[in-house]
Every structure is written in structure tokens, then in C-alpha cells.
């Protein structure tokens, strides 16, 4: 049983077009998160949706929107890509929630390459 | 704004030998101190975490040290195995209304060799 779920594990598209990825997670936690890890391994938070309310967006290009239907699951849809968009991007969920700071169980992450 | 420093950005030690990885972080208010392993192709992993209100904690070959009057804290390895070989990141959040936000170092490339 895999705790957060990332689909799809790998994804090329072209410039222009829009593209979903898809995380769940049933871990039973309230929060959940997306980042991003550049070709140099940073990771940066993008968004957290504390059951299914967005509590941090961070200064991401209005072009990612993030949707909760359910506190399992945290979608992040991406239109008009970039050549710049290409990394690896992370779901993750925590136990605690925003207000107790906790650890993270992150997926395994989604390879989204631009060409 | 908030930062964390991580120091080295690679490190390579013999089997058996101890490593240690150093963070330091900006905001005084952070409370919360996890490290994260990430092997490739793969999501990090929580491997250790720790509170403001405790110095130090251990968990078999690995300890964290944290000292908030420098706001530095560390992760130590002993006894190295050629598993241990991954990306070692350090992060911290506070407890305030805009917590859960986890704010990674850059990422410490461990290599232990055999």
C-alpha cells in the first residue's frame, strides 16, 4: 500500500500544452502539499491545501492550479507549459497540519520534461 | 524572508567513518528541525526530526544536535554504510498560522565509499 501516490511518475509534452498531476494519499492526514525540486535538487514549497481549504500559495505562476476534491486527494493542473516548468514536482502530506508543524511523507514524485 | 543554509553541498567518506552535515536557519521563531533522505528516482524520506525544546536526540547511528542561540543545528552519522549514500536535506517550519510550510536546505550529496 503506498501511503502518497503520485501519477504520472513521468510525463513529456510539449510547450504550450496543458497537463495534470495527480496525488493521493491514505495516510489519513488533514494537509497537503506540492513542491518542486529544480535540476539542482532544491526543493520549494508551491501550495498546501489543509483538508481541501488552499492555505499557502506561494508566488507560482497563475498558469499551476491547484484542486482538492477531498482531503486524500491534491491535483495540480498546468496550463500553456514552459520550458521552464520542466523539474520534478512532489506531493507530500503531514499529519499535524498548518498549525503544528510536522513531518512530511512525500510520493515519489512526477519527472515532468518541456520540449 | 526565510532561509536555511546547508553546508557541505557534497561529502564523501569512507565506510565506517562518521559524517556530519550542518544547517542554519534565519528565522528565530522556527520550532521544528526535520532531515530528509532522498535516494534516486525516489521521494525524500523522513530519517530524523527534532523540536526547539529538545538539544539533542538520537536514533540508532544517526543524531541531531540543534543549538537555537547560534540557530545551527546538525546531522551526524556514525559508522557509515555504502547505503547511507543519497541527498541529505535539512528543513525548518514554525508554529504560527502559516505553519507546515517546510523550508528546505539545498541538499547535502553524501557518498560513502565502500
Known amino acids: 500500500d503506498t501511503a502518497v501516490s503520485q501519477t504520472p511518475k513521468y510525463l513529456v509534452t510539449q510547450m504550450g500544452n496543458d497537463k495534470s498531476i495527480k496525488c493521493e494519499q491514505n495516510l489519513g492526514h488533514d494537509t497537503m502539499y506540492w513542491y518542486k525540486q529544480d535540476s539542482k535538487k532544491f526543493l520549494k514549497i508551491m501550495f498546501s491545501y489543509n483538508n481541501k481549504e488552499l492555505i499557502i500559495n506561494e508566488t507560482v505562476p497563475n498558469r499551476f492550479s491547484p484542486k482538492s476534491p477531498d482531503k486524500a486527494h491534491l491535483n495540480l493542473h498546468i496550463n500553456s507549459l514552459e520550458l521552464g516548468d520542466s523539474a520534478v514536482y512532489f506531493c507530500?502530506?503531514?499529519?499535524?497540519?498548518?498549525?503544528?508543524?510536522?513531518?512530511?511523507?512525500f510520493g515519489s514524485g512526477t519527472r515532468l520534461t518541456v520540449v | 524572508g526565510e532561509n536555511v543554509e546547508q553546508h557541505p553541498s557534497t561529502l564523501s567518506v569512507q565506510e565506517g567513518d562518521s559524517a556530519v552535515i550542518k544547517c542554519t536557519y534565519s528565522?528565530?521563531?522556527?520550532?521544528?528541525f526535520p532531515w530528509y533522505k532522498q535516494e534516486l528516482g525516489k521521494g525524500p524520506q523522513l530519517i530524523i526530526d527534532?523540536?526547539?525544546?529538545?538539544g539533542e536526540k538520537k536514533d540508532q547511528r544517526i543524531a541531531v544536535t540543534l543549538n537555537k542561540t547560534a540557530k545551527h543545528f546538525s546531522l551526524h552519522i556514525t559508522e557509515t554504510q555504502p547505503e547511507d549514500s543519497a541527498v541529505y536535506f535539512c528543513?525548518?517550519?514554525?508554529?504560527?498560522?502559516?505553519?507546515?510550510?517546510?523550508?528546505f536546505g539545498q541538499g547535502t550529496t553524501l557518498q560513502v565509499k565502500p
Open positions: 527534532i523540536r526547539s525544546n529538545v
Open positions: 528565522d528565530s521563531a522556527s520550532n521544528y
Open positions: 528543513a525548518a517550519s514554525k508554529g504560527s498560522s502559516n505553519t507546515g510550510k517546510l523550508i
Open positions: 507530500a502530506s503531514s499529519q499535524e497540519g498548518p498549525r503544528t508543524p510536522g513531518g512530511y511523507t
